[in-house]
């Protein structure tokens, strides 16, 4: 079954005087995988900033679901299923990698009974299930704080599916990560897809990485939608070279 | 629970049920080391916990004092009156009136500074880091100015609670329990709280609230239910309080911001933040510390309190148990796993 999960239609951003987004309109296949490319400063982690409802947008519409969320909160819109993972790595530091992957159990299916239970075998199985998932299983017990930066994306990626979301919002899951580690980090993300079936929006400046993974691919620049297409299609697009060269 | 702690616990129990037995002379300096120990542990919860620093925690514990003292006094005679004849000795009550004021005065400060929390986080809880700090000790400020000059409530001049109709002995003794068994439930209650999904997520607002709401989590509403938990301990501490000290006044007791307001948050900072048992250790070694500069250094007593207080805030934020938890992480559990991945 396909079809628009996220459906972006003439979304306009400005901070100031900068239009961060200007009439932007995109939608997101439901089980795929979809990429947002763009040079620095074109305003994908502002999209991705307006999705998830971190800011208010200026005009336009964003639907998840067949919802409008443009209005909601990021926690009303956390709870619906849509999900994104930072750009600047958040996990809780303080806490060791099960507590992080526990606390990230979905709380839309949460009742407050519930947040007063403690968590079951079966909860703790699947988070060391998951961290096994992303080699993070031997260092469970640690400090997610005392994990190097790219330990901590992979914990953030395997926060993220333990909230079983319905849709996963990446801001540049590879960057950072050593790059032997990144083939391995691209089947992960492409066995949650095809696993786990959420669906799965990608902002990544590694060319190789979303050519590989996305079945569809947008480009912005300066705020605006360049091109979208399939990998090959972009690829070849001159409008996008230049965006990445500079021409534009 | 292994054998080894259930011993640990149960004597434990025993020693803070012999106390006033073991040391008749120092009843209400072990029952005021239980008050420490209650505001401490409550602090915590939003300070040490949930990373919300409020140095306003003592707002409950004068509003838990003037509710107690409104309740009992209102069941036997009428307050204003009261409060205009400044007590006046011609006021009495029998036991059946002073202990339905002990209780109903107890739990209903409790309850009422809880409805006080929700309502006052739900406005303060969009401060952050220190601005929050700044803003509840504001209300408590405040509400000590408006209780000094409200006379129904006795104004400046404070409040005068009934005498307790027995043995002066025997008194002392049921303020100490009254205090150690609130200390005992509270201790109980937060290491069963801190081990649920609630106690996890108040941690994770802690360590980033950002994330916490990217996730999902009802962080406002944790927020609110938290303080509201704590503020229930630190209001019906300030009522077993109003009984203990008979008289009370607003400013230098009841919203006492600069005594007791400050002392709660150095317990926790000497024993270490955000633990379980840091709050309580912080508590006994303050309390030490109070109870010895104030006897063997009378005169010097603030300028060795303040000094000490430089010095964690400096030197020892972490406090005791954040040491040990550094020096020797696999102490709690912090390790790397050398065995069979499954």
């Not at chain 2, 400044?86 to 059946?96: E, H, L, V």
């Not at chain 2, 009370?248 to 948050?265: C, K, R, S």
């Not at chain 2, 030490?288 to 006897?295: D, G, L, N, P, Q």
Request: proline share 3%; charged share 15%.
């Amino acid at each position: 079954m396909t079809g628009a999960i996220i459906e972006v239609s003439g979304v306009s951003k400005s901070f100031g005087g900068v239009r961060a987004n200007a009439d932007i309109s995109m939608s997101v296949e439901k089980g795929g995988i979809t990429g947002l490319i763009g040079p620095n400063g074109s305003g994908k982690t502002t999209l991705f900033n307006s999705i998830v409802g971190y800011h208010p947008i200026d005009s336009g519409s964003i639907r998840f679901a067949n919802r409008e969320i443009s209005g909601m909160a990021v926690p009303e819109i956390a709870r619906l299923g849509l999900l994104r993972t930072f750009q600047q790595t958040r996990i809780y530091g303080a806490m060791n990698c099960v507590e992080n992957m526990l606390v990230s159990l979905p709380h839309r299916k949460m009742s407050i009974r519930d947040a007063f239970r403690r968590n079951s075998t079966e909860d703790r199985e699947r988070a060391e299930t998951l961290l096994e998932f992303v080699g993070l299983y031997r260092k469970r017990l640690l400090r997610a704080g005392s994990l190097s930066f790219g330990q901590q994306k992979l914990l953030e990626f395997a926060m993220a599916l333990m909230n079983e979301p319905e849709a996963l919002l990446l801001d540049e899951p590879t960057a950072g990560i050593n790059p032997t580690l990144i083939n391995g980090l691209i089947d992960r993300l492409r066995l949650a897809n095809a696993e786990f079936g959420i669906t799965l929006f990608i902002i990544e400046h590694n060319m190789r990485v979303i050519m590989n993974m996305a079945d569809t691919i947008y480009c912005l620049a300066h705020g605006r939608m360049l091109a979208s297409g399939a990998p090959e299609e972009i690829q070849h697009d001159q409008r996008v070279v230049n965006a990445y060269l500079g021409a534009h | 629970m292994t054998m080894r702690r259930l011993v640990f616990y149960g004597a434990l129990l025993a020693l803070s049920l012999a106390a006033p037995f073991l040391f008749p002379a120092f009843k209400t300096q072990l029952a005021t080391l239980w008050l420490m120990i209650i505001v401490a542990l409550s602090w915590d919860m939003t300070g040490g916990q949930m990373g919300y620093n409020s140095l306003g925690n003592i707002f409950f514990y004068g509003t838990g004092m003037y509710v107690a003292a409104v309740i009992t006094i209102a069941i036997a005679h009428d307050v204003g009156e009261y409060t205009a004849a400044s007590g006046g000795g011609i006021y009495t009550w029998t036991w059946g009136q002073y202990f339905a004021g002990l209780v109903i005065g107890t739990l209903g400060a409790g309850f009422f500074c809880a409805v006080c929390a929700a309502v006052i986080g739900w406005i303060t809880f969009g401060l952050r880091g220190p601005y929050f700090a700044i803003g509840t000790l504001g209300v408590a400020i405040a509400a000590g100015e408006l209780v000094s000059n409200w006379d129904w409530v006795g104004g400046g001049q404070g409040i005068t609670m009934p005498n307790y109709p027995g043995d002066f002995e025997r008194f002392k003794l049921l303020i100490y329990y009254l205090f150690a068994a609130l200390g005992i439930t509270l201790f109980v209650f937060v290491s069963w709280l801190y081990s649920t999904r609630f106690g996890a997520a108040i941690n994770a607002i802690r360590d980033d609230e950002e994330k916490a709401e990217a996730m999902g989590i009802h962080t406002l509403r944790y927020k609110m239910v938290t303080w509201a938990m704590a503020a229930v301990f630190v209001g019906a501490a300030g009522a077993v309080s109003a009984f203990q000290l008979i008289h009370f006044e607003p400013l230098e007791t009841a919203y006492q911001t600069i005594n007791l307001g400050i002392f709660m948050v150095v317990c926790v900072l000497l024993g270490g933040k955000g633990t379980l048992w840091g709050p309580v250790i912080g508590a006994v070694m303050f309390h030490a510390f109070k109870e010895v500069t104030w006897s063997y250094f009378l005169g010097w007593q603030w300028i060795a309190l303040g000094a000490l207080i430089v010095v964690v805030v400096v030197y020892f934020q972490d406090g005791l148990m954040g040491y040990l938890r550094q020096r020797r992480p696999d102490w709690f559990g912090m390790r790397v796993d050398a065995g069979e991945t499954p």
